[in-house]
């Protein structure tokens, strides 16, 4: 089960970051409508339009392992773009998600560090820089944000959104 959805991983990860490679060539910043929206839904929502946001949340992370802020409050049907800026001199990650899904995406990181992942609800966010996510939350309930490079979570690189109705 765990290798499996490695594989799947891993494989949607490639694909994907052909994708990206190829959005970025053909101008992705500069013209963003571009790179398609994900129809795909999650329990924890869906990916946003960058034109719909609501509202912008600025996310700051740093080599303390700690996210400032590390608790956001959302309400549901909001569409949040969050701008993730690394302050570290190591790459960091927000990943948005349940804590379950976290907590076993977590350990499957560490089985295997050099696994590339990617998906619409994750920031990778090299050293100095800075990546957006924009997220729609359109259930109520509890969620978290993680940084899912090895060790990171588990040293407490985490955060809670709480999405009322
Ligand atoms: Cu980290």
């Known amino acids: 089960m765990r290798v499996q ?3 799947v991983l891993a494989l949607a ?3 994907m970051g052909a994708a990206d490679v190829q959005a970025h060539n053909e101008g992705r910043h500069a013209n963003p409508k571009k790179k398609e929206i994900s129809a795909e839904r999650h329990p924890w929502g869906r990916e946003g339009d960058p034109a719909k946001a609501s509202r912008t949340v600025l996310v700051g992370m740093a080599d303390t392992m700690r996210y ?3 608790q956001l409050e959302v309400r549901r ?3 949040v773009k969050f701008v993730v800026t690394n302050s570290g001199k190591t790459m960091h990650e927000m990943v948005i998600g349940t804590e379950a899904e976290l907590k076993s995406h977590a350990e499957l990181m560490k089985k ?3 696994m590339e992942h990617d998906a619409p609800y994750m920031a ?3 050293p ?3 990546e957006t996510i924009t997220w729609t939350f359109d259930k109520a309930g509890t969620f978290m944000y993680g940084c899912l490079v090895p060790g990171h979570w588990e040293a407490g690189m985490k955060g809670t959104i709480v999405v009322s109705n």
């Open 68 to 70: 400032t802020p590390s």
């Open 13 to 15: 990860a490639l694909a």
């Open 5 to 7: 959805g490695a594989t």
């Open 77 to 79: 049907g909001e569409t």
């Open 124 to 126: 990778h966010v090299p």
């Open 128 to 130: 100095g820089e800075r």
């Open 112 to 114: 295997f560090p050099n």
